[in-house]
Nanobody
Framework: QVQLVESGGGSVQPGGSLRLSCEPSGRRPNTYRMGWFRQAPGKEREFVAAIQLSTARTWYAGSVKGRFTISRDDAQNTVYLQMNSVEPEDTALYYC??????????????????WGQGTQVTVSS
């Protein structure tokens, strides 16, 4: 059973920073791409960022480009989301997700095989 575990969420003031982490617990799955998604109350889950593990190629939602950075640490088997210059609109439950095999679909939640339970990020003054 593959499990993804997110950590690093919390409360932060506008303009501040947070770093989210995601690592698998249990059996290490074959992994093609890792992604971060978020879901605010009353809204659909939306794409935030993704990274292809073999090439480190990245993708970002327009709303976070230039502020968020996705990265991976192969030695630690961990994927990170560095969140800088956060805004109240970034408040959401953030999920880590995994694509096990090649897919040309990056932004659709249905393209991801495994999901974490989420970590809450709250941006307020």
């Amino acid at each position: 059973q593959v499990q993804l575990v997110e950590s690093g969420g919390g409360s932060v003031q506008p303009g501040g920073s947070l770093r989210l982490s995601c690592e698998p617990s249990g059996r290490r799955p074959n992994t093609y791409r890792m992604g971060w998604f978020r879901q605010a109350p009353g809204k659909e889950r939306e794409f935030v960022a993704a990274i292809q593990l073999s090439t480190a190629r990245t993708w970002y939602a327009g709303s976070v480009k230039g502020r968020f950075t996705i990265s991976r640490d192969d030695a630690q088997n961990t994927v990170y989301l560095q969140m800088n210059s956060v805004e109240p609109e970034d408040t959401a439950l953030y999920y880590c997700a995994q694509q096990s095999y090649y897919s040309d679909t990056v932004f659709d939640t249905r393209a991801y095989d495994y999901w974490g339970q989420g970590t809450q990020v709250t941006v307020s003054s």
